[in-house]
């Protein structure tokens, strides 16, 4: 079974600019959250969707948005990028089935994100 | 509020010595799980356990034992006989399902980066 797929996986921006990352969750998996990592802060949760809605979202400011398609493909979006954006962004997916969650993550390799 | 500490930052061991990587939770969730990821340097976090709070048997696999006491709350992780290939980034997490929903965030502590030399 393939894993979690993000792309892209490096990309340098602007300050001021806006970035889309994506991500796809493990076949038959439909719940996706995303975590940014950088030295300073650690890892740190955005946002949980589960069929196509937010679940749960953590502490970031509104210019951090997503969203998660039919096919539970998910996408987030940074706008007007800082140079404090600069990290590693990681998605997990994991399987909503049994009723002992919550349940594993399996995380994507992540999108080096460098903002300049 | 939920809290994960690991207040080893780096530990250095060589090969063939055991080692724990501690790791210290705080939550007021009755219901909760506990987890242990592996970070290697090309950055993906490997899943290697959940534990739920109503469990604390040890647990064992291969090299890997995992401690729990909810007493102490505390989660601790032993490696046997390290290799090199186990050098990286470990990270202990909590999460506690949120209400409404059987899916919780995870809480992540700061990692503790394990290098062992040959």
């Known amino acids: 079974k393939a894993g979690v797929t993000q792309t892209p996986r490096y990309l340098i921006k602007t300050r001021g600019q806006q970035v889309t990352l994506s991500c796809s969750p493990i076949s038959g998996h439909r719940s996706v959250s995303w975590y940014q990592q950088t030295p300073g802060q650690g890892l740190q ?28 493909r998910s996408e987030m979006n940074v706008s007007t990028l800082e140079l404090g954006d600069s990290a590693l962004y990681l998605c997990a997916s994991s399987s909503t089935k049994g009723g002992q969650g919550p349940y594993e993550q399996y995380f994507g390799p992540g999108t080096r994100l460098t903002v300049t | 509020a939920q809290k994960v500490t690991q207040a080893q930052t780096e530990i250095s061991v060589v090969e063939k010595e055991d080692v724990t990587l501690d790791c210290v939770y705080e939550t007021r969730d009755t219901t909760y799980y506990l987890f242990w990821y592996k970070q290697p340097p ?28 909810k007493s102490t709350s505390s989660f601790n992780f032993t490696i046997t ?20 929903s059987t899916l919780g965030r995870l809480y992540f502590g700061r990692g503790t980066q394990l290098t062992v030399w040959p």
């Open chain 1, 45 to 72: 949760f955005l946002f949980e969707y589960f069929s196509e809605t937010q679940r749960n979202k953590g502490n970031f400011p509104g210019r951090f948005s997503g969203r998660q398609f039919s096919n539970s």
């Open chain 2, 42 to 69: 090309s950055g993906e976090l490997v899943f290697l356990i959940r534990r739920n709070s109503f469990d604390e048997q040890n647990e064992i696999s291969g090299r890997y034992s995992w401690n729990f006491q």
């Open chain 2, 81 to 100: 006989a390290s290799q090199v290939v186990d050098s990286a980034v470990y990270f202990c997490a909590l999460s506690a399902p949120d209400r409404g």
